[in-house]
């Protein structure tokens, strides 16, 4: 079983950017340690799914969401800490319908619009953290997480969350 387990850790690091749920790993010659700056260690109480954060979020509120990393093929912003979370309650689809970045939704593409916000963790004066969030939170694409943040709102609805912490929820 370990073997397995090893030969399947093995494989989802070489088909995703990032690393696995743990407080230190190790991905080939690299060990990421997550920042406890802005990695929660416990889980938030009362997140509201992303779909419902957009629908009763106003701007400038504080507020804690809960979301699946993805919504395109590339979640992740080069050059800050900031990605793309979508509604748990959005299917993506899986690799063996033949969909190769399942954390793009491209089979409920329809479902993404009204279900996703851009999640920027900044620092205490509210400016963007100019390092890949895969590096100091330990996630990848498909990763849960749970944010804690002020909604910030633009002319057509969507919904930023500059976060002040990221809570990562361990695959089961």
Request: proline share 5%; hydrophobic share 35%; net charge negative.
């Given at each position: 079983?370990?073997?397995?387990l ?6 989802l690091?070489?088909?995703a ?8 790993a ?9 920042d406890t700056r802005?990695?929660a ?6 997140a509201?799914?992303v779909?419902?954060?957009r629908?009763?979020?106003?701007d400038?509120?504080d507020?804690?969401?809960v ?7 590339k979640?992740?912003v080069?050059?800050i800490a900031?990605?793309t979370v979508?509604?748990?309650k ?7 319908e ?7 939704y491209?089979?409920?593409q ?5 279900n996703?916000a ?9 400016k963007?953290?100019?390092k ?5 939170l ?12 002020k909604?910030?709102?633009d002319?057509q ?10 809570f ?5």
């Amino acid at each position: 079983m370990k073997i397995n387990l090893s030969v399947a850790l093995v494989g989802l690091s070489l088909l995703a950017v990032g690393c696995g749920q743990t407080e230190t790993a190790t991905t080939q010659s690299k060990t990421v340690e997550v920042d406890t700056r802005y990695a929660a260690t416990t889980e938030p109480a009362n997140a509201v799914p992303v779909g419902e954060a957009r629908n009763k979020s106003e701007d400038g509120q504080d507020i804690t969401l809960v979301g699946v990393i993805g919504g395109s093929n590339k979640p992740f912003v080069e050059g800050i800490a900031a990605f793309t979370v979508v509604d748990p309650k959005v299917p993506y689809c899986a690799a063996e319908e033949g969909c190769p970045t399942p954390w793009d939704y491209c089979c409920t593409q329809d479902q993404v619009k009204e279900n996703v916000a851009t999640i920027k963790i900044v620092d205490d004066s509210g400016k963007p953290i100019t390092k890949d969030a895969r590096e100091f939170l330990n996630v990848k694409e498909l990763s849960t997480v749970v944010v804690t943040g002020k909604a910030k709102r633009d002319d057509q609805g969507n919904l930023t969350v500059a976060a002040s912490k990221v809570f990562v929820r361990t695959e089961k």
